[in-house]
């Protein structure tokens, strides 16, 4: 549920990522993550491709790096630990991203709370990524 105080928030806005045209290009994300290893977009696609082989393990760690990454980011763009992260603005994809794959990562290993935690928090940050995610 979104909270008064959200709503009254400026949204946050990540600065580019670099990493973006590479993964689009179709660098592997393995290079791309150690050349940009803050990019919160590199480790998202590895925590997917992980959850896709049916890895949750792996997917977790990467998981949890890109989510590690993409609140050093957050907060270096003025984000006080709450408020709109919209999904309409591509460089916080990857956030959002990692976020998602890291809910699903944590249900498959049991981590419920966890998954709970990261499923409200993606929905608090924008509805619209849940959507485009599920």
């Not at 990019?39 to 049916?54: F, G, N, P, Q, T």
């Not at 609140?71 to 603005?89: Q, T, V």
């Not at 249900?107 to 608090?124: M, P, Q, V």
Request: proline share 7%; charged share 20%.
């Amino acid at each position: 549920m979104t909270k008064l105080g959200d709503l009254l928030s400026s949204p946050t806005r990540l600065g580019d990522d670099p990493a973006v045209d590479l993964l689009a290009a179709g660098t592997p994300a393995v290079e791309v993550a150690a050349k940009y290893p803050a990019s919160s977009a590199a480790w998202a696609v590895l925590a997917e491709a992980a959850l896709a082989a049916h890895e949750p393990v792996t997917a977790y760690a990467y998981a949890r790096t890109g989510y590690h990454r993409g609140l050093d980011a957050l907060r270096r763009s003025g984000w006080k630990g709450n408020g709109p992260i919209p999904w309409s603005h591509v460089p916080n994809q990857g956030f959002l991203r990692a976020l998602h794959a890291l809910a699903e990562a944590a249900a498959a290993i049991g981590e419920t709370d966890e998954a709970t935690r990261c499923s409200t928090f993606l929905h608090d940050s924008d509805p619209a990524a849940e959507a485009a995610l599920s």
